[in-house]
């Protein structure tokens, strides 16, 4: 997978970068309580990521003994958190960029380089599905949605953080394909939306939405802190993250014609539901 803003992280471990530190568990949005009066110094950016992770995994309603499953798992910042809190959880983490299971967060979590939407994983073994701002990469969120839902048990949780295009639609024309390209020159490629809304891919995929809640504003002073440190390495020059595109998903961000949202979905409970034999990740 092309991750160009990864290169720049792994660039910063070995040379000692500001950026090393900050993105040394977790690598992804911040969320601010609120957005008046919001710092961002590198601690205030630590905090926020944190406050990212917990909006996650509590909607995933984690308890302890719990077996658990976070696709995309970066470094394993999240799972490693959850080890702390959760003593006796079975965490699993999956990620199909070799180079980031390779720098992971070490803990008591399995980690397997795998793809998100062809989990390795057996039917109905997994009491939580997380995924932490990355789904947006896959080439379907419906098969994602579709492996999350056979993966997890009758009344397990799928949550998620993702970057959601307004309208659905509006990756499939000229402008939006540009930002699209622009935008992917730092941070990546971006997976068309052309499956609908997350209550129709859920409907699709045998799930129920329970929460599908909007953070756009209070991720915003992500952008303020990541092209402040951008300058400064490239006044510096350092290696650094693309000025251009922060700003431009930025500005999309604060139009709203991109939002940021986390979502909860549910596998409704059945008496018939059975787990399909196949490979596991839990012993």
């Known amino acids: 997978m092309d991750l160009p803003y990864f290169e720049h992280i792994v660039g910063d471990r070995r ?3 500001t950026a090393a530190d900050t993105f040394s568990r977790y690598v992804h949005w911040g969320v601010w309580p609120r957005l008046r009066g919001a710092r961002t110094r590198q601690a205030d950016f630590v905090a926020a990521m ?3 992770d917990d909006i996650v995994t509590t909607g995933a309603g984690l308890a302890d003994g719990m077996t658990v499953l976070d696709v995309g798992c970066g470094l394993g910042g999240t799972l490693s958190r959850v080890s702390e809190q959760l003593p006796e959880t079975r965490l699993v983490g999956v990620n199909v960029d070799h180079r980031q299971l390779a720098n992971a967060v070490k803990s008591r979590a399995d980690f397997v380089c795998a793809d998100g939407c062809a989990l390795p994983v057996r039917s109905a073994s997994f009491d939580a599905v997380l995924a ?3 789904i947006f990469h896959f080439p379907s969120r419906q098969d994602f949605l579709a492996e999350a ?3 997890l048990k009758p009344g397990g949780r799928l949550s998620l953080s993702d970057f959601v295009p307004e309208p659905i639609d509006g990756q499939e024309n000229p402008v939006g394909q540009w930002c699209a390209q622009q935008i992917g020159k730092e941070y990546g490629s971006t997976g068309a939306w052309p499956d609908g809304d997350y209550e129709a891919m859920a409907r699709r995929a045998g799930l ?3 929460k599908n809640e909007d953070l756009t504003v209070r991720t915003l002073p992500t952008y303020v802190y990541l092209v402040r440190e951008a ?3 490239a006044a510096a020059g350092r290696d650094h993250f ?4 922060t700003l431009l998903l930025g500005a ?3 139009l709203r014609a991109s939002r940021y949202r986390a979502v909860v979905f549910l596998k409704p409970a059945v008496a018939d539901a059975a787990a399909t034999p196949g490979p596991s990740l839990v012993q």
């Open 15 to 17: 040379h000692g970068n």
């Open 50 to 52: 944190e406050r990212l």
């Open 132 to 134: 932490v701002e990355c």
């Open 149 to 151: 839902a056979r993966v």
């Open 208 to 210: 129920v939405v329970e």
């Open 231 to 233: 300058v400064r390495n």
């Open 242 to 245: 693309r000025i251009s595109s």
């Open 252 to 254: 999309l961000s604060a």
